[in-house]
């Protein structure tokens, strides 16, 4: 039986209308809300609040400005999708957030709503799928939806209890109809299972790291990486960037060697992270002479003496026993 043929046995009482399983729930989002009844009114702004847990930015951009002219043409062609709030009279936008900012900028004083009776794990299904098709997905957003509607879907059916749910290391955590849970999801919102774990990676980044994946400073895949460096790691690393005065930036090859020294010392030092950031740099601090008052007569053998490695080793045994007997040594 397929997933709409379910879907209309339900609502006809055909079949059981119990909790319907995760494979189901993917499949088909409005089994959620069935055969319940959800019907469209015209309804104030100013009733109208953001949903709690909305997980996309509004931004203002042109394709905001073309939606403004297109409603002060046309009108709303599409429905918000709210549902009622604890409070009388008033609306939970689950979808059509930048819908209803356009509309205000449009002069509109009161815009269509299809209102459905939805509870918390059912309203962010719903809201993260009515953006499945959405062109501009920063990669934030995308963490934060897939993460919050991942945690919806294993809710409403249960597949956690019991279970592992370490999907963002690429794990099988669970298997239904002899699938990945993890594909079966990615699947659904048109990506590798792999693509889907990074993207639910990229939540353990601290917030300023995660703006530079946004701002493609850092590339996704990076991000992938420096998520697995502790709170402390990822805030340092930032510090550093910006004590160097440029803008976040970590290639691919830098974020993968930060996350392996990481695991390989338990706790990334200042200098390891230099040294792969800009190991140039590092070369020159290394080679970096403390300057010497040298006899002009002196200076040529100096400098030959001090290029033989035989001659900087013992100089280099004299300053470190000058050091413990004084006390300097760090």
């Given at each position: 039986?397929s997933?709409?043929?379910?879907?209309?046995?339900?609502?006809?009482?055909?079949?059981?209308?119990g909790?319907?399983?995760?494979?189901?729930?993917?499949?088909?989002p409005?089994l959620?809300i069935g055969g319940r009844?959800?019907?469209?009114?015209?309804?104030p702004?100013?009733?109208?609040?953001d949903?709690?847990?909305?997980?996309?930015?509004?931004r203002?951009?042109?394709?905001?400005?073309?939606?403004?002219?297109?409603?002060?043409?046309?009108?709303?062609r599409?429905?918000?999708l709210?549902?009622?709030?604890?409070?009388?009279?008033?609306?939970?936008i689950l979808?059509?957030?930048r819908?209803?900012r356009a509309?205000?900028?449009?002069?509109l004083?009161?815009?269509?709503c299809?209102?459905?009776?939805?509870?918390?794990?059912?309203?962010?299904?719903?809201?993260?799928?009515s953006?499945i098709?959405?062109?501009d997905?920063?990669?934030?957003?995308k963490?934060r939806t897939?993460?919050?509607?991942?945690?919806a879907?294993q809710?409403?059916?249960?597949?956690?209890?019991?279970?592992r749910?370490?999907?963002t290391?690429?794990t099988?955590?669970?298997?239904?109809?002899?699938?990945?849970?993890r594909?079966?999801?990615?699947?659904?919102?048109?990506?590798?299972?792999?693509a889907?774990?990074?993207?639910?990676r990229?939540?353990?980044?601290?917030?300023?790291?995660l703006?530079?994946?946004?701002?493609?400073?850092?590339?996704?895949?990076a991000?992938?990486?420096?998520s697995?460096?502790?709170?402390?790691?990822?805030?340092?690393?930032?510090?550093?960037?910006q004590?160097?005065?440029?803008k976040?930036?970590?290639?691919?090859?830098?974020?993968?060697?930060?996350?392996?020294?990481?695991?390989?010392?338990?706790?990334?030092?200042?200098?390891?992270?230099?040294?792969?950031m800009e190991?140039?740099?590092?070369k020159?601090?290394?080679?970096?002479?403390i300057p010497?008052?040298?006899?002009i007569?002196?200076?040529?053998?100096?400098?030959?003496?001090?290029?033989?490695?035989?001659v900087r080793?013992?100089?280099?045994?004299?300053?470190?026993?000058?050091?413990?007997?004084?006390?300097l040594?760090?």
């Open positions: 039986m997933g709409m043929d379910r879907l209309k046995a339900r609502q006809a009482g055909q079949i059981s209308s909790t319907p399983n995760l494979v189901e729930l993917i499949s088909n409005a959620l009844d959800a019907d469209v009114q015209q309804i702004l100013e009733l109208l609040q949903y709690h847990a909305h997980t996309f930015a509004v203002e951009d042109e394709t905001f400005q073309a939606l403004v002219a297109s409603i002060q043409e046309s009108g709303i599409t429905p918000l709210v549902r009622p709030t604890q409070e009388p009279g008033c609306y939970e979808s059509g957030h819908r209803r509309a205000a900028s449009a002069g004083r009161t815009v269509p299809l209102v459905v009776q939805a509870d918390d794990d059912e309203a962010t299904i719903l809201m993260a799928e953006n098709q959405r062109p997905w920063l990669p934030s957003e963490a897939f993460a919050a509607w991942l945690k879907i809710h409403k059916t249960g597949v956690t209890q019991g279970q749910t370490d999907l290391c690429g099988e955590f669970h298997k239904l109809d002899s699938s990945k849970s594909d079966i999801a990615a699947e659904k919102w048109g990506i590798s299972g792999r889907f774990s990074i993207y639910l990229l939540g353990e980044l601290i917030p300023k790291l703006d530079a994946v946004d701002a493609k400073g850092i590339p996704v895949k991000g992938y990486h420096l697995f460096l502790s709170c402390q790691e990822q805030t340092m690393l930032h510090d550093y960037l004590q160097r005065g440029r976040v930036r970590c290639s691919l090859q830098q974020a993968s060697d930060l996350h392996a020294a990481s695991q390989e010392l338990g706790v990334l030092s200042w200098d390891r992270m230099e040294e792969i190991p140039q740099r590092a020159e601090t290394e080679r970096e002479e010497l008052q040298v006899p007569g002196l200076r040529k053998a100096a400098q030959a003496a001090l290029a033989d490695d035989q080793r013992q100089l280099e045994d004299l300053i470190r026993d000058y050091a413990i007997r004084h006390g040594l760090e």
